[in-house]
DNA sequence: GTATTTACTTGTATAATGCAAGTGACTTTA
DNA sequence: TAAAGTCACTTGCATTATACAAGTAAATAC
């Protein structure tokens, strides 16, 4: 598989639309606020009220990684197990998820922001 | 069809995930864009650099509509034909796109952030 | 040794997306 | 005035994504 041209812009030269072309579904962004939270393993993300399939967890991770939002860190070994961590990449998309929050609180009412994890 | 609850909260009370409820796919957000740069008309959206499918284009639109974002404003009588305008609900999505913007320009270098239309 | 936990993969059904072509009511051009 | 073009869609079909259930492998807990 081979990219538009070599700076990744797969649909246009607009950051909203790079940005969309991996943010652009309905689990990718709730991954990214579970680990904002805190929540770092595969369990953790499947606790989360919005019930994610397991196989739609394990895709949205490999790409994340993939796409450099992640790393992982091996917590054990036999089998090897992974933490999910965010890099700087992903870190940086909080100031979004919390424009998104304050739209959310605004126009959908009762909905509650979510605590820290662990 | 009916919601899960009276206060339309698909799929937990989070304002994220109700926000991704509607916002989350590859085209929604790239419409808000074009509608908050000034595009009002059908073939105003086509044109822009990303190719939206027609079925998918009428589609949003519709949802758009039904959630409230934008209202249609007939401009034209037989047949009778539409301006799509956002609701306050829908500009004030500005704040998040703006936010994805910065985040975009950051992680995506030699994009460049669309000049309003028209 | 049996049950449970953890982190997945696999299979299959349904839904969303993408692409091409078609439609209907005009409007413009020759 | 007849043919071609514009505008805003719809339809059909192929591909891809999502959802749900079940299965797997290597531990650890009882």
């Known amino acids: 598989m081979v990219d538009h ?3 990744n812009h797969e649909r246009s030269c607009c950051p909203i639309a790079c940005a969309l072309d991996h943010l652009g579904d309905k689990w ?12 770092k393993r595969y369990q953790e993300f499947l606790e989360s009220p919005e ?3 397991t196989n739609i967890l394990a ?3 490999k790409k994340l990684e ?3 939002f992640l790393t992982l860190q091996t917590y054990q070994k036999n089998p090897v197990r992974y933490e999910y961590v965010l890099t700087k990449k992903g870190k940086d998309l909080r100031q979004v998820l919390q424009a998104l929050v304050e739209w959310g609180k605004t126009y959908y009412p009762g909905t509650e922001v979510f605590k820290p994890y662990g």
Chains 1, 2 share one sequence.
């Open 28 to 39: 990718t962004l709730l991954l990214i606020r579970d680990l904002l939270l805190g929540k």
């Open 51 to 53: 019930q994610i399939a």
């Open 66 to 68: 993939a796409a450099g």
């Open 59 to 61: 895709n949205r991770l």
């Open 5 to 7: 041209d070599e700076q």
